[in-house]
């Protein structure tokens, strides 16, 4: 009965490998499933909530966050100010067949918002705080002439207001149908960041969330141009090339933990890396150690001194 | 040996013959060398080299910036300059081979030559990475620009490289951190800075040592993002529409100089750099030597300044925005359009009710 047994199995298999199909974008999209870490499917309610954050419970894999929960998450639920950004010309290069004009209106009817780049100001815990944050579903959160702009007139707010800058970074680069324009944009940003350090005083704190790459991660996202780099853990990926090109460069296997946060880490590029639940918290801790503010529980102990020393006078 | 490009298969016929014709003892037997049809074939080279090169597509102006015999940063700098000094290492970790540097003599003044080299023949340039730089080739540049600029020496760049080096070690180096501090130098300089593209610019491996006060380029030399194949591979999977990747993405010197980011385009002999290299040579030292003069009077904070406004400016006009009028502010003055459209949304409220007022009005004189 060996070879019914293995006809059997081999039916079985060809059966199965008819029946995996792969689910398109949009079923994924519209599934209450997604499959994270463990074997089976994981419900998307479990990572997708307010307490959560899009983190997953079991493995701590972050999945992107639009700039406006962002937001939402730091300064509160809108206590805060978005800011008009500058509006250049679309397509400055006159990409041919109006392909990028088309691309950016279903960009901006899915975001509901001109560019990739976000800017918003708001007080967390007293202080002042101009921030930008970019959106990945923009494109790909690509570096065009207004996102860079944008980026710009973040820093210029921030030198005017004399607050500090927190960015939330990620994205793939600088945007092809621009090349040359956008380009000169990493030379723009670069400038923008640095002079906002020498003539504020005021600190700029980075932070790299889901997919860092390209001119982004080589102009104002640079490790070294921010004073404090922090990152997401799992799911957080920091690099100049990206992987596929670095794989035909060199011919070779590379590591699991290539270009992850927590190699990053170990390869000296990134401060620390903070689970998204607390990270806020240790911002702040940060922020007021650099300028100096004092905490209220200070502020307390202070007034029990004084209480003391009352008291024994 | 010449090497030829594929749109010039006429030309290379001509000028085997010609070869021929110049050497009276190949083996035909040949004892006499007919001078008449030597002139005859020398100008119909000439007039095919016009032809082809009069009216190059973007795509053709690539193989040209990629073309073995183009001259490299090597032999500009060996022809351009008297007293070279190699200087090398980054002084943290290596020496990249793929840019040149040293201090040298232009016309009797001091100069800061830096120089990507891709290599004349295979040996040399796999030695030199193809010109692409390292990490280390990055640290090695801002040492030595932070050296000249302390001493208030002039800095020259040549570029000529296919982008920064994309491997392993140079990621975990901090490949983008190089570059962003590059970047963030070079805009701090208080010494002219020149570049000059005299090959491919490859996106951020480029851009990274041409944020200059004056950026110049060779005429049949490109600049973009990406590489055209790269493009068409991105956007269309397919590496073989090389041609409208590259007219789409606008890479060569006009298209360039409309679009306000390069200052100066030099111009190239007919049939490229390659074919008449004491021509280029002349060419690119009366630029450099222009440009430096220009700057040359400039004071510290000015230089730091017009570079800032320069770059500042780029991609600025046109649309709701105008041009800051303000020299070195970073903001940008929103237009007369612009503020009517803001004012609008603001009162919005206001204008409805006001809308609706008249309306009633008008309604309430025509009938009463």
Known sequence: MNWISKILKVGEKIKTNIQKKFPTKKQ???SKWISCCSEYPNLKSEIFNEEQLNTCPRCDRHYPFTPRERFNHFFGKNNYEILDTPRPPDNPIDWPDKIYEKKLKKARELTGHHCAVMVAQGKRDGIKITSFAIDSRFIGGSINNSSGEAIVSCFAKALEDKTPVLGWSEGGGQAMYQSGIALQFMVKTVLAANTFKKESGQPYINIYTNKVYGGITASFAAPSLSDIAFSEPKGTMIGFAGQAIVRNQ????????????????????????????????KIMNILKILLHKKNNEFEATDNNTKIREKISA | MRNYLNFEDKIKNLENELDKLKDPYNNEGLSEVDTNKISKIQSEIDEKLKEVYSDLNPWQITLVA??????????????????????????????????ISGFAKFEGNSILVIGQEKGDD???????????????????????????????????????TPGAYPGVGAEERGQAEAIAKTIECSMELGVPTISVIIGEGGSGGAVALSSSSKVLMLSNAIYSVISPEGCATILWRDPTKTLEAAKAMKLSA???????????????PVGGAHRDRDFILKNIKNSIFKNLNDLKDLSRDEIINQRKKKFLSIGRSGGFVTQSTDENSLSMKTSFFMDIKKRIYTFKKELIIFGFLAFIFVILYYFL
């Open chain 2, 254 to 268: 006009k298209d360039l100089l409309n679009l306000g980011v390069i200052d100066e385009i030099i111009t190239e």
């Open chain 1, 250 to 281: 060199t011919r070779e296997e590379l590591n699991s933990d290539f270009q992850t946060s927590s190699r990053m880490l170990e390869v000296g590029f990134v401060d620390a890396i903070f689970h998204r639940k607390e990270i806020n918290d």
């Open chain 2, 66 to 99: 990629r073309h073995e015999d183009r001259p490299k940063s090597k032999f500009f700098i060996d022809n351009l300059f008297e007293e070279f000094i190699p200087l090398s290492g980054d002084r943290f970790y290596g020496e990249d081979k793929s840019v």
């Open chain 1, 28 to 30: 994924q999209s519209e």
């Open chain 2, 122 to 160: 295979l040996d040399s340039r796999i030695k030199r990475n193809f010109g692409m730089m390292r990490p280390e080739g990055y640290r090695k540049t801002i040492r030595l620009m932070r050296l000249a600029d302390k001493f208030k020496i002039p800095i020259i760049f040549f570029i000529d």
